[in-house]
C-alpha cells in the first residue's frame, strides 16, 4: 500500500518548456487536489477533483491544466513554464466522504524554473 | 482577516518543554479541523484531527473553541523528534477543501 505517489521527485525546466506531474493514490479515494508550496506563502490549492471526470480551479489555476484520467491518477500539467511556478508541488487525495475530509498527500515534486 | 492564522513562531524550546499553538479560523460554517506536522523537505502528514470535545493522543492534546473560532495544540513533554512545522488546517464552510494555515516552526533543543 504506497498510499500517495508522485513523479518526478525533481525537475529542472527552462522558461516555456512544458512537463505533466504524474500523481497516483491507491487508497480508492474519491477526491484528489494539486498543492503549490512557497516560502511564506504556505500551501495553495491549484485545482482539485472530486470525482473521476470532475475538475475545478483552486486559488491559483493559472499557468496549469489538469486531467483526473480514472479514479486513481490525477496529473498536473505546465504547458509553458515560468520562473514563477518554481515551487514545491504536492499532490493529495482524501475519501471526501460525509465531514472525513482529511488528505493525504504524495512526497512532492521539487521543481525550477530558470 | 485570513481564513487559517498561526502564531508565526518559530518556537524554540528545551526538550521535556510543554509547548502550545494557537490558530483562528474566519469561517464559521467550518466543520473538520486539524493538526498537520511537516517535516523540512517533506510532505504534511496528518498528526490528528480536531472534536468540539477536544482529544488528546499521547503527549498531544488538541483543543478547538467553535464559539471563539479557535483551536490549540498542547505538546507536553516535548522531544527532538517534534520539530517540525505544525500547519493548523480547516476546511472551507460546506465544502471538502482544506485551508491551511502557514504554519508554526517548531525546534526542540537538546
Known amino acids: 500500500n504506497a498510499g500517495v505517489t508522485q513523479t518526478p521527485k525533481f525537475q529542472v525546466l527552462k522558461t516555456g518548456q512544458s512537463m505533466t506531474l504524474q500523481c497516483a493514490q491507491d487508497?480508492?479515494?474519491?477526491?484528489m487536489y494539486w498543492y503549490r508550496q512557497d516560502p511564506g506563502m504556505g500551501l495553495r490549492l491549484i485545482y482539485y477533483?472530486?470525482?473521476?471526470?470532475?475538475?475545478d480551479k483552486g486559488e491559483v489555476p493559472n499557468g496549469y491544466n489538469v486531467s483526473r484520467l480514472n479514479k486513481r491518477e490525477f496529473s498536473l500539467r505546465l504547458e509553458s513554464a515560468a520562473p514563477s511556478q518554481t515551487s514545491v508541488y504536492f499532490c493529495?487525495?482524501?475519501?471526501?466522504?460525509?465531514?472525513?475530509?482529511?488528505?493525504?498527500f504524495g512526497p512532492g515534486t521539487r521543481l525550477t524554473v530558470t | 482577516r485570513k481564513e487559517v492564522e498561526q502564531d508565526p513562531g518559530p518556537f524554540n524550546v528545551p526538550e521535556g518543554a510543554t509547548v502550545a499553538f494557537n490558530c483562528t479560523y474566519s469561517?464559521?460554517?467550518?466543520?473538520?479541523f486539524f493538526w498537520y506536522r511537516q517535516d523540512c523537505r517533506k510532505e504534511p502528514k496528518l498528526l490528528m484531527s480536531?472534536?468540539?470535545s477536544g482529544n488528546e493522543d499521547g503527549r498531544f492534546t488538541a483543543q478547538l473553541n467553535r464559539a471563539s473560532q479557535y483551536i490549540s495544540l498542547l505538546i507536553r513533554d516535548s522531544k527532538l523528534s517534534d520539530s517540525a512545522t505544525y500547519l493548523c488546517?480547516?476546511?472551507?464552510?460546506?465544502?471538502?477543501?482544506?485551508?491551511f494555515g502557514k504554519g508554526t516552526k517548531l525546534t526542540v533543543n537538546p
Open positions: 469561517n464559521s460554517a467550518s466543520q473538520s
Open positions: 493529495a487525495s482524501s475519501d471526501g466522504w460525509g465531514q472525513s475530509y482529511e488528505q493525504y
Open positions: 477533483s472530486a470525482s473521476e471526470g470532475t475538475t
Open positions: 480536531v472534536y468540539s
Open positions: 488546517v480547516v476546511n472551507q464552510g460546506g465544502s471538502e477543501k482544506l485551508v
Open positions: 487508497m480508492n479515494h474519491n477526491s
